[in-house]
């Protein structure tokens, strides 16, 4: 039976590896590129100081101006990146769905069933054949993209915990590729041919990363709140890489009055109670600047979480589509 199925699927073997090496040949030149532009204008040093906390204002001005270049150079890298988000979900289209599907459409799996091998049996081996492949090819895309990837988290504000970087890199395509391959072998023995089971598994693929990504992963861990005086001497100061949530200029009974803004009075204007600086606003005396974020050290962690969440998801839809099989006639 393990011959018989590496004989069925060697041929989408050779092609996604295939497509793998094209897609490494790619990648590999303009990771280099960004990573020798990274180092000439000196931002690795600039990260390191950056983090400080006693870090002179001209230095992170001068690297902020650093890091501008970098993204104005390499900035359209990002919708890249975008493209190279629906790699799982190819798999799943293409590995999955047709797994269950295409041998019910075709009858073949009559003749499987009948030739002394039960459907649990050949369940077994499909299924772990497709998704030993699928996960070593996810672990190698995972690493892979950590590696091109990091010049442009390392240059943004946002960081890894970036809503596009953040699923390309780390475990978490490990768990999103498990996951597309198992609900488009679920989708196929519900639907049992191959154009449903391939829309369901498009839809089922989107709709749950989205909901996830959205409603989900900012709530993993409790955020943590800065704040600072309106009517203060610079900026607030966050480490390089946190997820900012939700920001605004709140007054200081705690109401939010602006939204997605911040207010700095400069040195020796009339702070809020002056009815100068923010008055136009509706500031009073004590409003401050507020934002609700994630830290950037929490990136594993949340990795972590969202890999289990995905691969719980997988191991479900397996049990599932093996109980399925045997309702299939």
Same mark, same amino acid.
């Given at each position: 039976?393990?011959?018989l199925?590496?004989?069925?699927?060697?041929?989408?073997?050779?092609? *996604?590896?295939?497509?793998?090496?094209?897609?490494?040949? /790619?990648?590999?030149?303009?990771g280099?590129?960004?990573?020798h532009?990274?180092?000439?204008?000196?931002?690795?040093?600039c990260?390191?100081? @950056?983090?400080?906390?006693?870090?002179? &204002?001209?230095?992170?001005d001068?690297c902020e101006?650093?890091f501008?270049? $970098?993204?104005?150079?390499?900035?359209? =890298?990002n919708l890249?990146?975008?493209?190279?988000?629906i790699?799982? =979900?190819?798999v799943?289209?293409?590995?999955?769905?047709?797994?269950v599907?295409?041998?019910?459409?075709?009858?073949?799996h009559?003749?499987?069933?009948?030739?002394?091998?039960?459907?649990?049996?050949?369940a077994?081996?499909? $299924?772990?054949?497709?998704?030993? @492949? *699928?996960?070593?090819?996810?672990?190698?895309?995972?690493?892979?993209?950590?590696?091109?990837?990091?010049? /442009?988290?390392?240059?943004?504000?946002?960081?890894r915990?970036?809503?596009?970087?953040?699923?390309?890199?780390?475990?978490?395509?490990?768990?999103?590729t498990?996951?597309?391959?198992?609900?488009?072998?679920?989708?196929?023995?519900?639907w049992r041919r191959?154009?449903?089971? =391939?829309?369901?598994?498009?839809?089922g693929y989107?709709? @749950?990363?989205?909901?996830?990504?959205?409603?989900?992963?900012?709530? %993993?861990?409790?955020a943590? *709140?800065?704040t600072?005086?309106?009517?203060?001497?610079? &900026?607030?100061? =966050?480490?390089r890489?946190?997820w900012?949530?939700?920001?605004?200029v709140?007054?200081?009974?705690?109401r939010?009055?602006?939204?997605?803004?911040?207010?700095?009075?400069?040195?020796?204007?009339?702070? &809020?109670?002056?009815? @100068?600086c923010?008055?136009?606003l509706?500031?009073?005396?004590?409003?401050?600047?507020?934002?609700l974020?994630? &830290?950037?050290?929490? $990136?594993w962690?949340?990795? %972590?979480?969202e890999?289990g969440i $995905?691969?719980?998801?997988?191991?479900l839809? /397996?049990?599932?589509?093996?109980r399925?099989?045997?309702?299939?006639?």
């Amino acid at each position: 039976m393990i011959w018989l199925a590496w004989r069925q699927h060697r041929r989408q073997i050779l092609i *996604t590896l295939l497509g793998f090496a094209a897609l490494a040949a /790619l990648m590999i030149p303009i990771g280099l590129s960004m990573r020798h532009t990274f180092a000439d204008l000196g931002l690795p040093e600039c990260v390191r100081q @950056v983090a400080r906390a006693d870090v002179a &204002p001209a230095t992170v001005d001068g690297c902020e101006a650093a890091f501008r270049r $970098f993204a104005n150079r390499y900035g359209s =890298m990002n919708l890249v990146a975008v493209l190279l988000l629906i790699l799982p =979900m190819l798999v799943g289209l293409f590995w999955g769905a047709p797994l269950v599907a295409r041998e019910v459409e075709h009858g073949t799996h009559r003749f499987a069933w009948t030739q002394g091998v039960g459907r649990t049996h050949w369940a077994l081996v499909k $299924f772990g054949l497709v998704v030993a @492949v *699928t996960a070593a090819v996810a672990v190698c895309y995972g690493l892979g993209m950590s590696w091109w990837v990091s010049p /442009l988290t390392q240059a943004a504000h946002e960081g890894r915990l970036g809503i596009i970087v953040f699923d390309l890199q780390g475990v978490a395509p490990i768990g999103y590729t498990l996951f597309a391959v198992t609900l488009g072998i679920f989708a196929g023995t519900l639907w049992r041919r191959m154009l449903p089971a =391939m829309t369901v598994t498009l839809v089922g693929y989107v709709g @749950v990363r989205a909901a996830v990504a959205v409603l989900a992963r900012p709530h %993993y861990q409790p955020a943590r *709140t800065l704040t600072f005086p309106v009517d203060g001497a610079g &900026p607030m100061r =966050m480490t390089r890489g946190d997820w900012i949530l939700s920001s605004g200029v709140r007054n200081a009974d705690g109401r939010m009055v602006a939204a997605d803004a911040q207010v700095v009075c400069p040195p020796g204007a009339p702070g &809020p109670g002056g009815g @100068v600086c923010g008055a136009d606003l509706g500031l009073g005396p004590g409003a401050y600047n507020w934002q609700l974020y994630q &830290p950037a050290n929490r $990136f594993w962690l949340f990795q %972590y979480i969202e890999t289990g969440i $995905f691969v719980a998801l997988a191991a479900l839809l /397996l049990y599932f589509a093996v109980r399925r099989l045997r309702r299939i006639a």
